[in-house]
């Protein structure tokens, strides 16, 4: 078993002994675990980006992620899996995985390619259509189509260290493109060119997303 674990807007991608791969997002923890009768890997912050590869074993295992709402399993996929408060969210770019919640396995559910939905330890949401660029975090970028300015200084504080606030007074401004992560700073001081909004460093881990 072997655990790994990313820093906050760091990133790392992992060759899996079947010839999977996984890559961790930002302050993202996993352990894997590989087994005659299995592959798991448990994840239990953050996010993860997922290309399974077939099972070399004479006999082919199930591949899983157990998150803390409970089971995704592959079913000959790309997808990705995040961990939130109280529930998870599964992004299926190829192939199809089945969702089963920890206190549920009655609920269990499939969620084919080109869909994603979220789950608790009780129950599966229906299926939505995944957003433009699904995964597109797994390169390094922030995809954002008329995303509230809150959800996108939320997204984007998962990048960079200490607190990023959005004033509730610009929160309802929309944000759309497609952003490099590796450089927050210089997200920031887009928002500023675009929007009628002041980026306001009060210490260099404290920033404030207001009016002008």
Not at 25 to 39: E, L, Y
Not at 47 to 67: C, G, M, N, W
Not at 143 to 161: G, I, N, T, V
């Amino acid at each position: 078993q072997a655990g790994e674990k990313t820093a906050t807007g760091e990133q790392r991608t992992l060759t899996l002994p079947d010839g999977s791969t996984l890559i961790l997002g930002t302050a993202s923890a996993i352990d894997v675990a590989f087994d005659a009768q299995r592959r798991s890997v448990a994840l239990y912050e953050g996010e993860i980006l997922v290309q399974t590869a077939r099972d070399p074993a004479p006999t082919p295992r199930p591949f899983v992620i157990h998150s803390r709402q409970g089971m995704v399993r592959a079913i000959g996929t790309r997808f990705t899996v995040r961990q939130h408060d109280g529930r998870s969210v599964v992004a299926v770019l190829q192939g199809a995985v089945e969702l089963t919640p920890r206190h549920a396995p009655q609920a269990a559910r499939i969620i084919q390619a080109g869909s994603q939905a979220g789950f608790t330890s009780a129950s599966v949401d229906a299926p939505k259509p995944l957003p433009p660029l699904a995964g597109a975090w797994a390169q390094g970028t922030l995809h954002a189509e008329r995303m509230p300015l809150a959800d996108f200084c939320a997204e984007l504080s998962r990048y960079r260290p200490g607190l990023l606030r959005c004033d509730p007074a610009v929160a309802a401004l929309r944000v759309s493109g497609s952003f490099q992560l590796r450089d927050t700073d210089a997200i920031l001081a887009m928002l500023q060119e675009t929007l009628p909004v002041r980026v306001t460093p009060r210490t260099r881990y404290w920033v404030t997303v207001g009016p002008r």
